[in-house]
């Protein structure tokens, strides 16, 4: 127990941090360009929050939240998914009084229960954005633009954008009874879950994976023909919009998200080479949520991307950039003697911004040579006693093999001018 994390955890070890960096860092330059700023919200949440926002028919809340009482009794979730927490962040703090829509976007972990596999973790990390305060198609259309956009500079190709309208609640009740219509005398042929969603939520039957419940949903009704005027126009904006952008999407008037905030859009973005976890990216609008969580009926939509899954994509493609552990300079005390003029020398070199480490476990030369060229080591400063009586370091060129006695005083000023050769 001890050795081993909770399952469906993981650990990002130095091997792979790098590449967790480089893609936050896109991220991020992404989110500049399109004027989004990051805000940063609790990992937990009072349970309330994700009871309204995400919806109790939802798999999030009936099975996979990761709730507990604190010692005040409170009742505490750790999120596991950040919209509901940024809405109650953007009425908490106001954030409607300023200039709109709120543009923002966050990175971090996830929590939830599900059945750990390939893509599939009970702590994931998210990249979100959510934009709050528009109710035109044009801001779907940059949402979705934003996240097409970051797939592409991390140099994914072959993804599918599949977008659809789950409408909104003057049309999606007419839509639901059709569909209950549609399944009445087929309900005792679907799975238990479907049961008990054909009362509940019966457009999450479209949604199960189970191949009886696939056959028996074909022909069902679709939404996109039942939408009312104002969804319909909103759906062919959005669909003029993409275009206009030349973002290729697929219509798929199945595709009904996993939560129960949406109306009018949802989208979500595949990479099939990932199988059953292809879903890399997944959102939409959602224009009740606000209301919903006690402030006044105001718009949204975002999305979310998993990072994990990215980065599996990027594996699988061949993308991941080489990871850069080398350094400046290595410097090599030859005996235990030496090591704290050593250290002396390692810090002068450090707070002249230059990158360097030394022997912390009083190696051989031999060994000392070979650890600075695991690096590797552009320079190593070795000092021995006859440098130390004399004020003077071996600055040796690893990559020209050539060396150089020089004066203590002298060379922070060389190793600077040999990087720069
Ligand atoms: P979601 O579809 O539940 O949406 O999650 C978004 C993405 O998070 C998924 O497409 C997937 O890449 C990743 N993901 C979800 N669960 C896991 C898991 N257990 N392990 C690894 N990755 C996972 C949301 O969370 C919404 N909040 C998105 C949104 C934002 N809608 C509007 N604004």
Request: charged share 25%; glycine share 8%.
């Amino acid at each position: 127990m001890l050795t081993t994390g909770p399952r469906g955890t993981r650990d990002i070890l130095p091997d792979s941090s790098g590449y967790w960096q480089y893609v936050e860092s896109i991220i991020r330059e992404v989110c500049q360009n399109f004027a989004y700023q990051e805000i940063r919200t609790p990992i937990f949440e009072h349970t309330e929050l994700f009871l309204r926002g995400i919806g109790e028919t939802t798999d999030i809340v009936e099975k996979e939240m990761y709730t507990f009482t604190d010692r005040g009794k409170r009742n505490i979730t750790l999120r596991p998914e950040n919209t509901a927490a940024v809405v109650r962040s953007y009425l908490e703090n106001k954030l409607y009084a300023g200039p709109q829509p709120t543009k923002l976007y966050y990175i971090g972990p996830m929590f939830r229960y599900d059945r750990p596999q390939a893509g599939r973790y009970r702590q994931f990390h998210q990249f979100g954005v959510e934009a709050i305060g528009a109710q035109g198609p044009a801001i779907d259309a940059e949402i979705i633009s934003l996240a097409v956009e970051l797939l592409n500079r991390l140099g994914l190709n072959d993804l599918k954008l599949l977008i659809n309208s789950v409408g909104c609640p003057v049309c999606r009740p007419v839509y639901r009874t059709k569909l209950q219509e549609f399944f009445r005398d087929k309900v005792s042929q679907l799975c238990t879950d479907c049961q008990s969603r054909y009362d509940r939520n019966p457009m999450r039957i479209l949604d199960c994976k189970n191949e009886t419940c696939i056959e028996y949903s074909q022909g069902a009704p679709h939404m996109v023909d039942c939408l009312c005027e104002v969804c319909s126009s909103h759906f062919t904006g959005l669909k003029e919009l993409l275009s206009a952008a030349g973002i290729n999407f697929i219509i798929n008037p199945r595709l009904v998200r996993g939560l129960d905030y949406y109306t009018k859009t949802a989208f979500e973005i595949q990479y099939a080479p990932l199988g059953a976890q292809s879903a890399v990216c997944g959102g939409g609008r959602y224009d009740g949520l606000i209301e919903e969580c006690g402030g006044q009926p105001t718009p949204g939509i975002g999305f979310a991307i998993g990072i994990e899954r990215v980065l599996l994509a990027l594996e699988k493609q061949e993308l991941l950039p080489p990871l850069n552990t080398a350094i400046d300079v290595f410097v090599a005390p030859l005996g235990i003697e030496l090591q704290a003029v050593a250290f002396q020398i390692l810090t002068e070199i450090r707070r002249a911004n230059i990158t360097a480490d030394m022997d912390y476990i009083n190696r051989s030369l031999k060994a000392q040579m070979k650890y600075a060229n695991k690096y590797p080591a552009k320079f190593v400063a070795l000092i021995g006693q006859d440098e130390l009586v004399q004020n003077k370091v071996m600055l040796k060129n690893m990559e020209t093999g050539s060396q150089e006695l020089i004066n203590r005083a002298e060379l922070v000023h060389m190793i600077i001018e040999g990087m720069e050769k």
